[in-house]
């Protein structure tokens, strides 16, 4: 049973740091390109920024570049998502996705090349 599950959203002020953690099944994990996205209300779900397996590129939103940090620790099927520099527009629900070798065909911005996805962890980002 393939399962994705977020964690490390709160409510936090503008300017400061969260970091969210994604931990995912080992059969998953270990071939996929994992992603995060986020849905904010009445908006469509967007891309946030992706880990290309094995680890070596990443690639980041322009709204999040610089203040955003994906990362993965493949020893422990975990990826991260290190936020700083908070804004109250960062507000959305996170959600980790991965993204399978056959399904994936490099469109990481796309959510529709990801198989699975997590149940999503709330940021509140307070002015």
């Known amino acids: 049973q393939v399962q994705l599950v977020e964690s490390g959203g709160g409510l936090v002020q503008a300017g400061d740091s969260l970091r969210l953690s994604c931990a995912a099944s080992?059969?998953?994990?270990?071939?996929?390109?994992m992603g995060w996205f986020r849905q904010a209300p009445g908006k469509e779900r967007e891309f946030v920024a992706v880990?290309?397996?094995?680890?070596?590129?990443?690639y980041y939103a322009d709204s999040v570049k610089g203040r955003f940090t994906i990362s993965r620790d493949n020893a422990k099927n975990t990826v991260y998502l290190q936020m700083n520099s908070l804004k109250p527009e960062d507000t959305a629900v996170y959600y980790c996705?991965?993204?399978?070798?056959?399904?994936?065909?490099?469109?990481?911005?796309?959510?529709?090349?990801?198989?699975?996805w997590g149940q999503g962890t709330q940021v509140t980002v307070s002015s």
């Open positions: 996705a991965a993204a399978s070798p056959r399904k994936y065909s490099g469109r990481y911005y796309d959510p529709n090349q990801y198989d699975y």
């Open positions: 080992p059969r998953t994990f270990s071939s996929s390109t």
């Open positions: 880990i290309i397996w094995p680890g070596t590129s990443t």
